[in-house]
């Protein structure tokens, strides 16, 4: 069976330190990969997403990147961060347009 | 550009009652529509989804009808428990394998 595993599941990190978060797939190939993030209390807003290994679309320009070195690995990362990218981030997978599913999240508070 | 609004943003019903919540989509080619539930601190997980070519879907108490030509879908839980307490997210898919998510709702069953 597909599983998705994302880490870490919190992080606290000061402002103007690197991120760097990853997820990963297992049980399917050529996944479609998201991420996405929640700020508290709110909806969920896309950020990233990918069809292949080192396609990657951005949704809303900001200080963060994401990669896709592996066919079932998403990479996330900020070279510094900003008190603005505090929040849930959510890695999610997909084949075709059918339901995706999500990870656990990682809560990340900058301070 | 895509975007998808919800309503209301927090809704309390008394258990027993129905509960019904509302999205609407800006993107004609949009032609999948799941729904979302988030318990607190988790990760959202599909409870339904609906097809553009399908104007009605039921799984036991939860339902979601669709309304291609107003661009609307609804879902729509009846004799809600207080289990069914989270935070619902619609969201619509114009098939290039993105998810556009609602901003939520927050529905809260009294016992």
């Known amino acids: 069976s597909q599983t998705i595993h994302q880490w870490p599941a919190t992080l606290v990190q000061p402002v103007g330190s690197p991120l760097s978060l990853e997820c990963t797939v297992e049980?399917?190939?050529?996944?479609?990969l998201y991420w996405y993030r929640q700020a508290a209390g709110r909806g969920l807003q896309l950020l990233f997403y990918?069809?292949?290994?080192?396609?990657i679309s951005s949704e809303v320009p900001q200080n963060l990147s994401a990669s896709r070195p592996q066919d079932r690995q998403f990479i996330l990362s900020s070279k510094k961060l900003l008190l603005s990218d505090s929040g849930f981030y959510l890695c999610?997978?997909?084949?075709?347009?059918?339901?995706?599913?999500f990870g656990q999240g990682t809560r990340l508070t900058v301070v | 550009g895509e975007n998808v609004e919800q309503h209301p943003s927090t809704l309390s019903v008394q258990e027993g009652d129905s509960a019904v919540i509302k999205c609407t989509y800006s993107?004609?080619?949009?032609?999948?529509f799941p729904w979302y539930k988030q318990e607190l601190g988790k990760r959202p997980q599909l409870i339904i989804d609906?097809?553009?070519?399908?104007g009605e879907k039921k799984d036991q108490r939860i339902a979601v009808t669709l309304n291609k030509t107003a661009k609307h879908f609804s879902l729509h839980i009846t004799e809600t428990q207080p289990e069914d307490s989270a935070a619902y997210f619609c969201?619509?898919?114009?098939?290039?394998?993105?998810?556009?998510f609602g901003t939520g709702t927050r529905l809260k069953v009294l016992a």
């Open positions: 999610a997978w997909s084949v075709s347009v059918t339901e995706a599913f």
């Open positions: 049980g399917t190939s050529n996944p479609n």
């Open positions: 969201a619509a898919s114009p098939g290039t394998y993105k998810y556009i």
């Open positions: 609906i097809r553009s070519n399908v």
């Open positions: 990918s069809i292949g290994i080192g396609q």
């Open positions: 993107d004609s080619a949009s032609n999948y």
